[in-house]
C-alpha cells in the first residue's frame, strides 16, 4: 500500500479520522476530504482544505478533479462520511431529516464512487471502501438511516460487479456501535444510555473506530486482492446476539 493515495471522506472524526491514521501508518497517503473545512491530520495525510459537502454532485467532481490533477491518481477511497440517523417515528420523523440522512449517506457514497471508481476503471486498478452499518443489516427504528445504509451495502456488490472486470475492487464494512464523537454525544444525551447498546453485543462493549479502521484497510491492501463486492460487520458481536433477547437474553 505503500504512497498509494486514498481519497477518505469525513477523514475529520470518528471513524473517518482513524481510517486515515491507519492509512498514514501503513505508509499511504491518505487525503482527508470532509464537509469540516479545517483540523490536524496525522503526518504523511493530506488535508483538502476546501470543504466538500458529498450530497453535492458538482463539489464532489470538483474536488476528485482536483486531488487528481494536484496530487495523483486515487488507488483508493474510503466513504466514511455519514450522519446518524433520527429515531423518531414515522409521523414524527421529518421528511427534510430522512431526506439529508440519503442525501449524505447514500447518495453522497454513490456520488463520491461514481466519481473516483469510474475514473480507477479507466486506469484498470483501484479499490472502494463503503461504511455502511448494521443497521442497514437488521431492523431499528431509524427509518431513514436504516434503509439508507441498506442501499450502500447493495450499492457496494452493484458497482463491485459493474467495475470488477476493471480490476476496480468494491467491498463494505459494517460497524456496529462504534464510540465515535457522533455516538458519544448520543449516550451524552440520554438518547441512546451505554448499557443498551452494549447489552445485545457478544462481546459485550462497543467498538473502538481504529478496530473498524484495520478492517478497512485490510480491504484496502493486496491481502484483500480476490475480495469484492463483500461488506463485514466489525460489530463486538452485536449480530450474533441480538436475538438472544427472544431467549432471555445473552448469559
Ligand atoms: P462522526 O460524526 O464522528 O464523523 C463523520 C464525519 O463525516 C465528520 O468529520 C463530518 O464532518 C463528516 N460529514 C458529515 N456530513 C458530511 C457531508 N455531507 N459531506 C462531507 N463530510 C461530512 O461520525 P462517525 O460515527 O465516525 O460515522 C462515520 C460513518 O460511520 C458514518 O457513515 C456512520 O453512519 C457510520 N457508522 C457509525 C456508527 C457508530 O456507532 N458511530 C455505526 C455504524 C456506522
Redesign the pocket.
Known sequence: MATDLVLV??G?????AAIVACLAERGATPVVV???ESGPVPDGAISWTAA????DEQAVEACVDAVEREVGPLAGLVN?????GKMHPPERLRMRDWDREQA??LR?TYLACRSVGSRMATRGAGAIVN?A???GMTSGPIHGYGPAKAAVISLTQSLAAEWGPRGVRVNAVS????A????KAGIASGAMPQDRLVRHAALQRLVE?REVAAAVCFLLSPDAAAITGINIPVDAGFLAGVTWDAYGGLR
Do not use: C, E, K, M
Open positions: 471522506t469525513g475529520r472524526s470518528g471513524i473517518g470532509d464537509i469540516a466538500v459537502d458529498v450530497s466514511a462520511a455519514g450522519i446518524l449524505v449517506d453522497g461504511i452499518s448494521v443497521a460497524p456496529g456501535f462504534t465515535t464523537p457522533a455516538l473506530p
